[in-house]
């Protein structure tokens, strides 16, 4: 069975930081690309960083770019999200997604991540 478990979320002030985790099982993690993706409180999903399956390439969307860094561990199976210098708008439950169509529908738990003072 195909499993994502994000970890690592929680509450903290703006300029704070978190890390947070993926641990994937069921699948070749190292032979897939892996995103990051949040949704706030009522609004719908936003794309927020993307890394290659041997974590050379990293993209990320505008609205963190130079603040978040994605990375991933093919060894342990585990992709991460270090956010620095949040803001309230990072304010949201942040899943990690397999960047792969065949596994459009494998969704964890997510982790919330709330910024506030």
């Known amino acids: 069975e195909v499993q994502l478990v994000e970890s690592g979320g929680g509450l903290v002030q703006p300029g704070g930081s978190l890390r947070l985790s993926c641990a994937a099982s069921g699948f070749s993690f190292r032979t897939y690309a892996m995103s990051w993706v949040r949704q706030a409180p009522g609004k719908g999903l936003q794309w927020v960083s993307s890394i290659s399956s041997g974590g050379g390439s990293t993209s990320y969307a505008d609205s963190v770019k130079g603040r978040f860094t994605i990375s991933r561990d093919n060894a342990k199976n585990t992709a991460y999200l270090q956010m620095n210098s949040l803001k309230p708008e990072d304010t949201a439950v942040y899943y990690c997604?397999?960047?792969?169509?065949?596994?459009?529908?494998?969704w964890g738990q997510g982790t919330q991540v709330t910024v506030t003072s």
């Open positions: 997604k397999i960047f792969a169509l065949e596994y459009f529908n494998v």
